[in-house]
């Protein structure tokens, strides 16, 4: 059964539109990583499937319940602890435990700590530890692995593979190789919406694709 | 909803979180206004209601600019908005935190500040009757303001602007049942009209922030 289908999506930033043509269907225990230069529109994208812009046409399937989406920043409080974080994030989606997520991320011995005295890739290892509180099946993820170190990557690519076998699924932009070699690939270049004209403007970078 | 509230009553009270700012601000308005009009009890009398709303109105201004802006900047906003709450619930959660946290403790210091400003005697409980009465519409028709002005650096001016109009009739009745209330007036309308202002805000505003809200995530 497919947890997200998308069909002939145009995603559009600021009025314009980035990407066309974009069909995506994603099954139980599969996941897809986006990949593609900077300002391609993986961000837009992740975006429009979380429900957060709306797309320019075509249409986008997901399951009743919503996506768990983790952006840019982890959505953090500083001055709340590292249980208090998460234990917020766990009563809004319903209560789950939080034992495991802990555990799992490595957060076990700085639960006690505020979240403004941790580094930026216990910052990061916290926001992905609230993905696994959600218990939702559609993880969306923009540059998930940024900050991290290469153990923790490692931890990531390790809670990925258990969301997948769980039943889950998952879609991610990242640059790094994240030692998941059964995600799809899906490079956004060839999908870049043409401007009327066939020239961005101020974007330099035109020229080698029209 | 719940777990949202407590969140955002927990950060508020932690350091940096601005829990008293807004009662700081009260006390300040209300201890100079003497000072800046002189020692003249019957002028202060008369002015009192007014300054003691006026005070209050500007001190639930002032933290206005934090309710969403924080939440936006970390990304917390994004969550909440993807988060099984409707986007209505969690607006309306963070007015009443709001409120909580400058409102009520405004209403609760008033008759203090009264006071200071040679309230009469019999004003009082209708002072701290027109406070509890008026000031959820300040922090719900605040929070619509700063829905509309979340995604803006330093969008205190505009939020200003756009939420004291919107003040001006909670202002006009609240001052005025503090005003006939210490003149031993009846009181009925005026306060029936400000409980009417707050709780058709209550109602209708937290819909329109949230479409703010969605408005300026994308």
Known sequence: MSLLHIH??????????????????????????????????????????????????????????????????????????????????????????????????????????????????????????????????????????????????????????????????????????????????????????????????????????? | MIALLIRDLRIAIRAGGGFGLGLAFFLIVVTLVPFGVGARTELLRAIAPGILWLGALLACLLSLDRVFALDHEDGSLDLLATAPIPLEAVVAIKALAHWITTGLPLVLAAPLFGLLLQLEPRGYPWLVCALLAGTPALSVLGSFGAALTVGLKRGGLLLSLLVLPLYIPTLIFGADVVRRGAQGLDVTTPLLVLAAITLASVALVPFASAAAIRVNLR
């Open chain 1, 8 to 210: 002939d999506l145009c995603v559009a930033r600021g009025g314009m539109a980035i990407l066309q043509n974009l069909c995506v269907t994603l099954d139980r225990g599969q996941a897809i990583v986006l990949r593609g230069p900077n300002g391609i529109g993986k961000t837009t994208l992740l975006r429009t499937i979380a429900g957060l812009q709306p797309g320019h046409g075509g249409t986008i399937k997901l399951p009743a319940e919503g996506v768990a989406y983790a952006g840019h920043a982890d959505g953090l409080k500083p001055s709340l602890s590292v249980l208090e974080n998460l234990q917020f994030w766990a009563s809004v989606y319903g209560g789950r435990s939080i034992e495991a997520a802990l555990d799992q991320m490595n957060l076990a011995d700085l639960q006690h700590r505020t979240a403004q005295t941790l580094s930026a890739g216990q910052k990061r290892r916290l926001g992905l530890a609230r993905l696994m509180v959600t218990g939702r099946a559609l993880w969306v993820m923009d540059e998930p692995t940024v900050s991290l170190d290469t153990r923790s990557v490692a931890l990531f690519a390790q809670i990925v593979r258990q969301h997948l076998a769980a039943g889950g699924a998952a879609v991610m932009a990242t640059h790094i190789d994240l030692g998941l070699p059964e995600a799809h690939v899906l490079d956004l270049t060839d999908l870049r919406a043409r401007a009327r004209g066939g020239f961005t403007p101020g974007d330099p970078l035109a020229g080698d694709y029209f």
